[in-house]
C-alpha cells in the first residue's frame, strides 16, 4: 500500500483512495504515477493507493478484503464526505463495486466517486462493443473476458462485486465518469449513464470525442483537460466541506 502526501502540509481534509487499473492482472503503472503526482500537487489532498492482490494467483474475494478494511481504517480517520474514491479501468470497476458493497453493507459512502474509464462488465456483453472493437487499439475483448474469468474464480461474471454495472446505484452519493469515445468500454459506460438517469441518480457524465483507452492518464490536450476537470472537483469538494 502507498500513501502519498504534499511535501508541504496544505491544510486539505480531503483524502483520496485510489484502485489502480491493469484488468485485474497487473499492477501501476509509470502513467498512474504520473496522474497520481498531479492529483498530488493540484489538489493538497493526501491519496492512498493499494497494490491489491491479483489474477491469476489471487481472485476478487482476496482483493475486496484488503481493500475493505482499507476503506474502513480510512473513514475511522477521515471524515467520509472528505473521502474521494476514485479508480482508472479496472480499478474504476473495483472502486464502484466497493461503493456498492459498502452501501449494502450500511457503511458511510464517501463524499465522490470518480470512475475513469471504468470497467463495469467483465463478461463485456454489451452488443455495442462490436462497433468499438476496431477503434480501440489498447482492449481487445477476448482477453479481456480471460482475465475477467480468472479474476473471478468460479463466481458468475454477473456478481456486481465483478460487474457493478449489475450492483445498485441509488444512494451512492456523487459519481462523475469519464469516457473515451473510442474504448470498448464505453459501450457500459453509456449504459451506466442512461440506467442513472432513468432512475434519478447522482452521476455526471463526460465523454470525450476519440478518444482512447487510458487517455486520461497520458499527455494529450484532451487528457490535461480532465485533469483539470478532475483537480476542480475535488476542489470545489473540499471548499464545499469547509463551510
Same mark, same amino acid.
Given at each position: ?5 504534499? /511535501? ?54 482476496? /482483493? ?20 474521494? =474514491? ?6 474504476? &470497476?473495483?472502486? !464502484? ?12 459512502m464517501p463524499g ?12 463485456? $456483453? ?5 462497433? !468499438? ?5 489498447? =482492449?481487445?475483448? $477476448?482477453?479481456?473476458?480471460?482475465a475477467g474469468k480468472?479474476?473471478?474464480? &468460479? ?25 473515451? #469515445?473510442?474504448?470498448?468500454? #464505453? ?6 449513464? /442512461?440506467?442513472? $438517469? ?18 486520461? !492518464? ?16 475535488? =476542489? ?8
Amino acid at each position: 500500500m502507498f500513501t502519498l502526501q504534499p /511535501a508541504r502540509a496544505t491544510g486539505s481534509r480531503t483524502h483520496i483512495l485510489y484502485l489502480h487499473g491493469g484488468a485485474y492482472v497487473q499492477s501501476f503503472t509509470l502513467p498512474h504515477w504520473y496522474f497520481l503526482s498531479g492529483l498530488l500537487k493540484g489538489t493538497g489532498a493526501g491519496i492512498t493507493a493499494p497494490d491489491y492482490p491479483l489474477a491469476p494467483q489471487h481472485t476478487y474475494r482476496e /482483493a475486496f478484503a484488503m481493500v475493505e478494511s482499507l476503506y474502513k481504517q480510512l473513514i475511522s480517520v477521515h471524515d467520509p464526505s472528505s473521502l474521494v =474514491l476514485m479508480g482508472d479501468s479496472a480499478g474504476g &470497476g473495483f472502486a !464502484l463495486a466497493l461503493a456498492q458493497k459498502m452501501k449494502n453493507d450500511h457503511m458511510p459512502m464517501p463524499g465522490r466517486i470518480i470512475l475513469l474509464s471504468p470497467w463495469l462488465d467483465i463478461a463485456l $456483453e454489451n452488443p455495442a462493443i462490436k462497433a !468499438l472493437d476496431n477503434k480501440d487499439p489498447f =482492449l481487445g475483448r $477476448e482477453s479481456l473476458r480471460q482475465a475477467g474469468k480468472l479474476y473471478a474464480g &468460479g463466481t458468475s461474471p454477473d456478481h456486481y462485486l465483478l460487474s457493478p454495472i449489475n450492483g445498485p446505484l441509488k444512494d451512492l452519493g456523487s459519481i462523475t465518469v469519464f469516457a473515451g #469515445s473510442h474504448e470498448i468500454l #464505453s459501450a457500459d459506460t453509456r449504459k451506466l449513464k /442512461a440506467m442513472a $438517469e432513468s432512475i434519478g441518480a447522482d452521476l455526471d457524465y463526460y465523454e470525450y470525442a476519440d478518444m482512447i483507452h487510458g487517455w486520461i !492518464l497520458l499527455h494529450f490536450p484532451e487528457s490535461q483537460q480532465a485533469k483539470q476537470q478532475i483537480i476542480d472537483l475535488i =476542489l470545489k469538494m473540499e471548499d464545499r466541506n469547509q463551510k
